[in-house]
């Protein structure tokens, strides 16, 4: 039509209008103004202020043309519900001059726009398309804010919940892997110790806190080998997991002399049916708020607690040992790891009790497995034995052992590795 700037896109989006008025003539009128507008469609036409209402929830039009006064409801009350229900509804009150004090009602109610009579077509079809495009700008702030809104709560998140889980795993029992996990966290916790020693005693607070989780819920050798006095478990806090705050949760860790905090299995194996998927995964998400590192030491069963586990750690430690059954199980794990999506790099094979008189090297499993051996951990009975009978972890008890040593080693490795920020996993 002339005067009017048609779209130029043929496919464009059509604005849906609905016109609320008692008066038949300004109905049809309004219906002419816009009959010609190819980007404007009158998708109904109500008589009052109850019909509007309902043919608005109906319709769900993007503009709403409303006239003030009107038998059964007014303009005002009705632009009010609808905007409460449909508050993307974009209203226009047409009004006469001798209602201009209705105004502010109206505006209060949710209106966006006037139309003081009389006016003419250009002015009407101007304000329906106005309406439109402030209508589409708002969803796109109001989209924009949301996401803007949920990344905070996202980064936020992430920036509380800042530990790594380190996991020891070993899909065959036997192989090291509790007397392993318990040795490179007191070695890790030592490197700590012994780090603060160097620095200003002012940054003391801001040292690596180290957290070792013994996650075989039913038969926990955590407190055996640390020779901790079990006052508390996860037994305890686990079926509160809702409710659980940092305080409480803290109040269960059992301390080393080493300064390694430790959250131990519960005492008997019948009370691992208390420890639910749901409370570990809750609990594992509060301790990395709270600490920096956080070991876990798991039992070769994968089920869904310990798969909840394995996809939160930073690191998979596999652990082997130079014996056909346990490689072949080790290769099996990688196969799992793989179709569980994991990135290779967020597993390491090492090797335990390794043996230079084994007939198996390390070449060889590297071979089968087709993975690097990241570290290797010598056998040595006596020293382990000896620990064990102490009730004194080997790094402690014998420190100065070639197995002491190895485990010092890695122990710095995974330190460095896993508080390393360029290193992050995605
Ligand atoms: N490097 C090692 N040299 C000798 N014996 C070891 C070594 N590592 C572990 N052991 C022994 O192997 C056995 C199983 O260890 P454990 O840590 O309980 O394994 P897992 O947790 O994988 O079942 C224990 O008797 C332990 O003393
Ligand atoms: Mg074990």
Redesign the pocket.
């Known amino acids: 039509m002339a005067g009017h700037i048609a779209p130029k896109e043929p496919e464009i989006e059509k604005i849906r209008v609905l016109i609320v008025d008692d008066v038949i003539e300004t109905r049809e009128n309004l219906k002419k103004l816009l009959f010609f507008e190819s980007d404007i469609e009158v998708v109904g036409t109500a008589m009052d202020g109850q019909e509007g209402v309902d043919m608005a929830y109906d319709l769900k039009p993007d503009v709403i043309l409303m006239d003030l006064n009107m038998p059964n409801m007014d303009g005002i009350q009705a632009s009010e519900l609808i905007i409460h229900e449909l508050p993307e509804t974009q209203i226009i009150i047409i009004s006469a001059q001798s209602e201009s004090h209705y105004l502010r009602r109206a505006m209060l109610a949710g209106a966006r726009q006037f139309l003081i009579k009389p006016f003419s077509s250009n002015e009407l079809v101007t304000s329906v398309r106005r309406v439109y495009q402030l209508g589409k700008e708002q969803e796109k702030r109001k989209q924009k804010q949301i996401d803007q809104l949920s990344k905070e709560a996202a980064e936020k998140e992430e920036g509380e919940a800042k530990g790594q889980i380190i996991a020891m795993f ?1 899909p ?10 318990t040795n490179l966290a007191i070695a890790m916790q030592q490197i700590v110790n012994e780090s603060k020693t160097d620095e200003e005693e002012e940054e003391s607070e801001e040292k690596t806190k180290i957290v070792l989780v013994d996650a ?1 819920f039913q038969f926990g ?1 955590v407190a055996a ?1 640390l020779n901790i006095r079990v006052k508390a478990t996860i037994a305890d806090i686990a079926p509160l997991y809702e409710e659980l705050d940092e305080e409480l949760l803290e109040s269960v860790l059992m301390e080393h002399d080493s300064g390694l905090k430790t959250l131990l299995a519960p005492p008997r194996p019948e009370m691992a049916e208390l420890v639910s998927p749901e409370a570990v995964s809750t609990i594992i998400k509060k301790l990395r708020r709270m600490f920096d590192i956080i070991i876990v ?1 798991t ?2 069963t994968l089920q869904e607690t310990l798969i909840n586990i394995l996809d939160e750690c930073k690191l998979i430690v596999l ?1 082997t040992t130079p014996e056909i059954p346990a490689i072949k199980s080790a290769r099996l794990f990688f196969e799992i790891t793989q179709a569980l999506n994991y990135p290779p790099e967020k597993t390491q094979l090492v090797l ?2 390794s043996d230079r008189r084994s007939s198996i090297r390390s070449a060889d499993i590297e071979a089968s497995i087709k993975r690097r051996v990241e570290a290797q ?5 006596l ?3 000896t620990a ?1 009978n102490q009730g004194v972890p080997y790094v402690i008890a014998d420190s100065s052992s070639v ?1 002491s040593r190895e485990t010092h080693a890695y122990a710095k490795k995974l330190h460095d590795y896993v508080l390393q920020p360029e290193l992050e996993l995605t």
């Open positions: 070993s065959k029992g036997g192989t090291g892997c509790s007397t392993l996990a075989g050798d080998l030491d039992y070769s652990v335990n009790k951990f010598s056998i040595d009975e020293v382990v034995t064990i197995l």
